[in-house]
């Protein structure tokens, strides 16, 4: 599924736990590596919520390290309750969403114990942009939301948004290759099996032993191979 367009635009959301500035410099590095034209463009959209923005533009030539709206080709969005704004706004029309459900971000309240752990930060109401509201359903559409029913439009919403939505557990997935922390790795793993990028898997292996510890490299490569392997995998069902 490459895309055919010259340059190619990806933008990742995410808190900063999720550390998407890592791997930021590490798809830009692999671009760079493949021979293209990289700018880049890092920024804080909450800075109360530390809610993170990364904007990556590679091709054979880029004039600007800013996505423009409605030309984003592909999101990697790590907590899509807050990224949904940015998501109506950025992705073009045929754009690709790669979304994290990991229950410990989205704050997921179908768990009684996860609900009482969250629920004193999570009293208040969200401000939607008048183009969510359109998609939102008619019972729900009011300016401002609460947590319950944002999260419960969350994943129907991006499906109106985007044909092409791809929903990995990253936490879980995380779990399952033995180290919780690579959760920002399994996903470029997973974007990496979806085929939608044009920089090369081995360029990307490069870049991870070229920006971090060899001690680093050998987890964040680990991750990264079991969020492919999960992705290929599920493909093929």
């Known amino acids: 599924m490459k895309t055919n367009k010259k340059t190619q635009e990806l933008i990742i959301t995410g808190l900063r736990i999720h550390g998407i500035t890592k791997i930021s410099q590490v798809i830009s590095q692999a671009a760079v590596n493949d021979g293209f034209a990289v700018k880049t463009s890092e920024f804080v959209k909450q800075q109360l919520m530390l809610n993170e923005v990364c904007h990556i533009r590679w091709g054979k030539s880029v004039d600007s390290p800013l996505i423009s709206k409605g030309e984003c080709g592909i999101f990697l969005c790590f907590n899509p309750i807050s990224a949904t704004d940015i998501i109506a706004d950025y992705l073009s029309p045929e754009g690709v969403i790669l979304v994290d459900t990991s229950k ?29 509201l359109k998609l939102l359903k008619p019972r729900s559409a009011t300016r401002c939301l609460g947590l319950h029913s944002v ?50 898997t081995e360029s990307v292996i490069s870049s991870i032993n070229m920006t971090t510890s060899s001690a680093e490299a050998d987890d964040f490569i680990k991750a990264l191979e079991f969020g492919m392997t999960q992705i290929k995998n599920r493909r093929k069902l």
């Open 104 to 132: 410990p971000y989205l704050g997921i309240l179908d768990d009684p114990v996860s609900d009482q752990a969250i629920r004193p930060a999570t009293n208040k109401t969200f401000n939607l942009p008048d183009k969510l």
């Open 151 to 200: 999260v419960g439009q969350i994943f129907p919403l991006l499906n109106r948004l985007s044909n092409t939505v791809i929903r990995v557990d990253a936490f879980e997935l995380a779990q399952k290759s033995g180290n919780i922390k690579m959760v920002n790795f399994v996903m470029l793993g997973a974007l990496l099996a979806s085929g939608v990028l044009t920089i090369k």
